[in-house]
């Protein structure tokens, strides 16, 4: 079990340091010469009258809660899947019935304009 | 001690392998989209240009760092590290050829080898989506939030799809673990029982690596660069090597699980393996070069109402097809 993941945690930690590095570079190997201009938030040459962010739509929660509810019906799929070869007939009639119970959620949502982004 | 020394070597040369994929990418893609519209492309560093990357590389590594005073400074610096090292880790667990015995060790040709492999390869790019949606934010920047919530928006939209295009092959192979699935494709290669599956994998794996035609965060012509509007030199470059090594990633994942792995006939097998990834690299440029950018609500449409419901009945019709099958 361990064995499995030594690897990939020794990899993590190399890639971890080669990407700090490249950060690193970046500030040791440039100029610096800062300016306010230079450093102000950039609006097409434009000084920028709000500090705060725009607003933007409440769809893109909504599409983040969407994705959470329907990821984690998804990934029940896959020690199911994987199983698939053992469980059969058994499995697949389960599976259907669970699908059903998604089905009926996603139609919901579906008529409910959840998935529509014009009004 | 022997092990350990040989994974170190091993991880060295796979992230140098990687980045240095990135470099010649850029330049492929720039010789190959030249070639679409008639044009050279870049022919003056060494022969037919091929230096240009290395210069390109120094170019950004001398440019000034320019920090917005407005930006969030550690989530700002801590994007660009995120997206990078995600897509650095992502491929630690592809299979690129068969075992090979060195200094009588059994060397497999891959960092590591979970039995989960394909749950890895997900869990890992996933955490990718940190890069834009913190980059976006830290800059304080209408743009950059904008495609930061963009780029995050289409990518787990279409990772759903992607998520389940994928199930059809587990069900095939009765295995999670890359070298297993490989192992199963040694006679018929799943693309073939899982031609929907490899329809729908390839459509959202260039939607999850914003490329056109679903280059939405990027829309120059209303949001400048995305959300990487404020970022500059090398962290810029990090963004990008994250988006090329995610496009290489992407690319052996499908060929893992769609194509047959590392199997070809006479050829060694990792060339065989190198050949199939330059396919779907080269697919990708061909879309860049040939196809205009979706509208947002098109595309999100496209992967709730279309690719999410096509991939469940491609999974059900497979399990039908196991279940009932002797």
New interface residues.
């Given amino acids: 079990m361990l064995s499995?993941?030594?690897?990939?945690a020794?990899?993590?930690a190399?890639?971890?340091v080669?990407?700090?590095s490249?950060?690193g570079?970046?500030?040791l190997?440039?100029?610096?010469?800062?300016s306010?201009q230079?450093?102000?938030?950039?609006?097409?040459g434009i000084v920028?009258e709000t500090?705060v962010?725009?607003r933007?739509s409440v769809?893109?929660y909504l599409?983040?809660m969407?994705?959470m509810i329907?990821?984690v019906e998804?990934?029940s799929?896959?020690p199911w899947?994987?199983?698939?070869?053992k469980?059969?007939?058994f499995?697949?009639m389960e599976?259907?019935l669970f699908?059903i119970v998604?089905a009926v959620g996603?139609a919901y949502v579906?008529k409910r304009g959840g998935?529509?982004?014009?009004e | 001690m022997l092990q350990v020394v040989i994974v170190v070597v091993k991880s060295i040369v796979t992230a140098t392998l990687l980045l240095a994929a990135f470099g010649l990418m850029t330049w492929i893609e720039r010789k190959v989209l030249a070639r679409f519209q008639f044009r050279p492309g870049p022919n003056r560093l060494g022969p037919a240009g091929v230096m240009q990357f290395m210069a390109d590389g120094l170019k950004l590594a001398l440019k000034e760092e320019i920090i917005p005073t407005a930006a969030d400074r550690f989530v700002y610096l801590l994007a660009p590290l995120v997206s990078l090292t995600a897509a650095l880790i992502a491929f630690a667990v592809i299979p690129w050829g068969p075992p090979i015995h060195l200094l009588g060790q059994v060397v497999p040709m891959q960092i590591g080898g979970p039995n989960i492999g394909v749950l890895f390869v997900f869990a890992i790019t996933s955490l990718g989506v940190y890069g834009p949606i913190l980059g976006g934010w830290a800059s304080a920047n209408k743009y950059s939030l904008l495609g930061g919530l963009r780029s995050t928006a289409q990518i787990i939209s279409y990772e759903l799809a992607m998520g389940l295009a994928v199930t059809g092959v587990l069900i095939a192979a009765g295995s999670a673990d890359l070298n297993t699935i490989v192992a199963r494709q040694y006679r018929l290669w799943f693309i073939v029982p899982q031609i929907v599956g490899f329809i729908i994998y390839v459509i959202t794996m260039v939607a999850e690596t914003n490329r056109t035609p679903f280059d939405l965060p990027e829309a120059e012509n209303e949001l400048v660069a995305g959300y990487h509007t404020e970022y500059t030199g090398l962290k810029w470059a990090m963004y990008m090597m994250a988006e090329y090594i995610n496009m290489i990633t992407v690319s052996a994942l499908a060929t893992t699980l769609f194509l047959g792995g590392w199997h070809g006939p006479l050829l060694p097998p990792e060339l065989w393996f190198l050949l199939k990834v330059a396919l779907f690299m080269y697919f990708f440029i061909w879309l860049r070069a040939t196809l205009p950018r979706l509208r947002y609500d098109r595309l999100m449409a496209f992967g709730w109402k279309v690719l999410l419901p096509v991939a469940l009945l491609n999974t059900l019709a497979t399990a039908v097809w196991v279940a009932t099958a002797q």
């Fill in positions: 499995q993941y030594f690897p990939i020794l990899y993590i190399i890639a971890l080669i990407t700090a490249v950060l570079a970046s500030r190997l440039g100029p610096r010469k800062p306010p230079k450093q102000a938030t950039y609006e097409c920028p500090t962010g725009p933007f769809k893109f599409v983040a969407l994705f329907f990821d998804a990934v799929f896959y899947a994987v199983l698939m070869h469980l059969r007939l499995g697949l599976m259907v699908v998604l996603y579906w998935f529509q982004w014009q």
